[in-house]
Each structure stands twice: as structure tokens, then as C-alpha cells.
């Protein structure tokens, strides 16, 4: 089955910079859209960065200008740039994966079908 693997998170001052990355095994299709959800205690899941397969990206307002999601098809592993940290950026950050993609507009919102179990990053 399809796995998602992520790595890269930690802890950070603020205005320091992080960068993700997600290994992606299993999956067999050249089709796809991919996203960076973030979750923080006592807060709603939120997406922040999403990919698809054409390049296309996505981002929430509040990163939006910090935060730069990028992906290498030959390896197989999807990034996330994050800079200009601030402590509220302090989550969980998940990767995801879906083969059957909305359009674009809905792709922060997606329920993906795939996720990666996490990776703690902490501002501060």
C-alpha cells in the first residue's frame, strides 16, 4: 500500500527557517494532488500548502509568502519551505496524498486519502 513518510520538522526560533520533506513509496499513478495539513493542540486541522501533479500550487493566507511547497518526481518526495517561522506555526505538519483530485480550489480542504504520520514542529 502507499506510504507516506515525513521528516524535517524540529524545534526553531522565531524568524528561523524549516524544511520538510515527505517520501512517498507505493504509489504507481502520474496523477495526483498533494498537501502539507497542519495540526496544533485545541485547534481544527488546517491545510496549508497543497501540489498537483502539473505543478499547480496552493496556499493558506497565513502562510502564504513564508511557507513554499515543491515536489521531485524523480525521487519521489514532496518538500515544504518553510521560513519566517513564527510560533503559531507550531503544529503537527502531515503529509497527504490523493489520486482523485478536485479541482484546485478545494484542495486545502481535501480529505486525502493518504497521510503521512507527522512530524512535530515547534516555534519558539
Known amino acids: 500500500h502507499v506510504q507516506l513518510v515525513e521528516s524535517g520538522g524540529g524545534s526553531v526560533q522565531t524568524e528561523g527557517s524549516l524544511r520538510l520533506s515527505c517520501a512517498v513509496s507505493?504509489?504507481?499513478?502520474?496523477?495526483?494532488?498533494m498537501g502539507w495539513i497542519r495540526q496544533a493542540p485545541g485547534k481544527e486541522r488546517e491545510g496549508v500548502a497543497a501540489?498537483?501533479?502539473?505543478?499547480?500550487?496552493s496556499y493558506a493566507e497565513s502562510v502564504k509568502g513564508r511557507f513554499t511547497i515543491s515536489n521531485d518526481n524523480a525521487k519521489h518526495t514532496l518538500y515544504l519551505q518553510m521560513n519566517s517561522l513564527i510560533p503559531e506555526d507550531t503544529a503537527i505538519y502531515y503529509c497527504?496524498?490523493?489520486?482523485?483530485?478536485?479541482?484546485?480550489?478545494?484542495?486545502?480542504?481535501?480529505?486525502?486519502?493518504?497521510w503521512g504520520q507527522g512530524t512535530q514542529v515547534t516555534v519558539s
Open positions: 497527504a496524498l490523493e489520486g482523485f483530485c478536485p479541482p484546485q480550489k478545494w484542495w486545502l480542504r481535501l480529505n486525502y486519502k493518504y
Open positions: 507505493r504509489y504507481l499513478y502520474s496523477n495526483y494532488c
Open positions: 501540489i498537483g501533479s502539473d505543478g499547480s500550487t
